[in-house]
């Protein structure tokens, strides 16, 4: 008997965000920006961080480094959603989002791993009711 693994080979899948469904197409292009996409944040998580533990920056300079840190951080997220959804269903999700950096770089992050596996299908469910009922902790 033949094992089927067919379901590890994700060309495309739908979100619905807000009241509209939405298509990614994954392609090695999208997991290279993915993992760009990743190691900025990194470093600018590591820059935030290392701001905030300085003794010899003033409170505005710390500001500063942790506001430039989260705003490039909003617009690498976004160019990801870009690259995985084109640019108008970007834009529609940022607006959606009101432009917060931490939700649009878990929108990124859940459209990326989506692609991977069948994971977040398996534990969330494709539907409410069906995530509803599953354990989600």
Do not use: C, P, W
């Not at 495309?12 to 900025?40: H, N, P, W």
């Not at 820059?47 to 840190?69: C, P």
């Not at 989260?70 to 529609?92: P, R």
């Amino acid at each position: 008997m033949a094992i089927n693994i067919t379901s590890l080979v994700i060309k495309s899948e739908d979100f619905v965000i807000g009241k509209k469904t939405y298509t990614a197409r994954y392609t090695k292009e999208l997991d290279d920006k993915y993992s760009d996409m990743m190691l900025k944040a990194g470093n600018l998580l590591h820059d935030i961080e290392k701001a905030d533990y300085d003794e010899d920056l003033t409170l505005d300079e710390q500001r500063k480094i942790v506001q430039d840190g989260y705003a490039e951080m909003l617009s690498i997220s976004k160019e990801y959603l870009v690259a995985a959804l084109g640019q108008k269903e970007a834009d529609e999700i940022v607006r959606y989002a009101d432009n917060r950096t931490a939700t649009i770089t878990k929108v990124a992050q859940a459209i990326f791993e989506a692609g991977q596996s069948n994971e977040l299908r398996e534990k969330y469910g494709t539907n409410r009711k069906q995530r509803r009922g599953k354990d989600n902790d």
